[in-house]
């Protein structure tokens, strides 16, 4: 059976602890949620930190902080920051870069988002590729738009990132792409045309997040994502008790699509990362 990575998104910009009291907000709740989704089988922790009133931050330190925290509890784990800019000053997105994560999401292009534009012009993405290659950093590209492939094959023409970027389908955002079956499709089509040497995830928002996910299973994705980040609730009616539960029924989905749950590294060795120190 293929492996499959499962990664977990376990705390994004948005969600706060009145609207779920198991999101993760400080650094020492980041770094113990992620521990008890790598004992449920995610072996790649997507992060963002919050300010102490639960704002998107871009502290380096805090980045720096939780991946030290990760690295120690979870041998091998993939850690990725994120370069969104949800709330955070575009100049400080990638401060935290200088630490050598082994990955960061970069967005190569702008998107309207529920309630603002998501803006990520050509020059800031250029200076966040340059600086992923300069550290060592595989980059994932947040794929909100079609246009967005085009966006780094371009990268990948003027030398800013390899040709095996890690790319992920967005789903399910209002105002941007809808959760449809058909765009996963035709998007997943034009990344094998113009980025050949690409992996591939799916990423469902909110009550998209298991129906997206069987969609990239279905079609041989290379990885899942699931997490507090995306979505909060395992029912309309339940909030999920914690990253760990929704890592779970991620990991039961991938049994059912006859698929095995990826090992750190076999992880690793499907994104092109090099093996853990």
């Known amino acids: 059976m293929n492996p499959v990575v499962i990664a977990v998104a376990i705390t994004g910009s948005v969600p706060r602890k009145k609207d779920n009291p198991a999101v993760p907000t400080t650094v020492a709740e980041q770094i113990e949620s992620t521990h008890q989704a790598f004992e449920a089988g995610a072996t790649l922790v997507h ?9 998107p931050s871009s502290d380096p330190d805090k980045f720096a902080a939780v991946q030290e925290g990760v690295r120690k509890h979870c041998p091998g784990m993939i850690v990725q920051f994120s370069t969104g800019g949800r709330g955070r000053d575009p100049s400080a997105r990638g ?33 966040l590729a340059g600086s992923m290659r300069e550290n060592g950093i595989r980059p994932e590209i947040e794929i909100f738009d079609l246009s967005h492939i085009h966006g780094a094959k371009r990268l990948i023409e003027e030398g800013l990132m390899d040709a095996h970027p890690h790319v992920q389908f967005v789903m399910g955002v209002k105002n941007a792409m809808p959760a449809d079956e058909h765009l996963l499709d035709i998007l997943l089509a034009e990344t094998r045309r113009v980025i050949p040497g690409a992996t591939w995830t799916a990423a469902g928002i909110g009550r998209e997040q298991a129906r997206v996910m069987g969609w990239a ?3 041989g994705a290379d990885a899942v994502r699931t997490g507090l980040e995306d979505n909060i609730r395992v029912t309309k009616d339940r909030l999920a008790a914690s990253n760990a539960e929704l890592v779970s029924l991620a990991a039961e989905m991938v049994t059912r699509h006859n698929r095995k749950v990826a090992t ?7 994104l092109h990362l090099k093996p853990a120190a």
Request: net charge negative; glycine share 2%; charged share 20%.
């Open 95 to 127: 401060l935290s870069l200088v630490h050598r994560p082994d990955m960061a999401s970069l967005s190569t292009g702008s998107v309207n988002f529920p309630t603002i534009v998501y803006e990520n012009h050509a020059m800031l993405v250029n200076d």
């Open 264 to 270: 750190p590294a076999e992880a690793r060795a499907l």
């Open 217 to 219: 299973l279905a079609r």
């Open 47 to 55: 992060i963002h930190v919050r300010n102490d009133d639960e704002s």
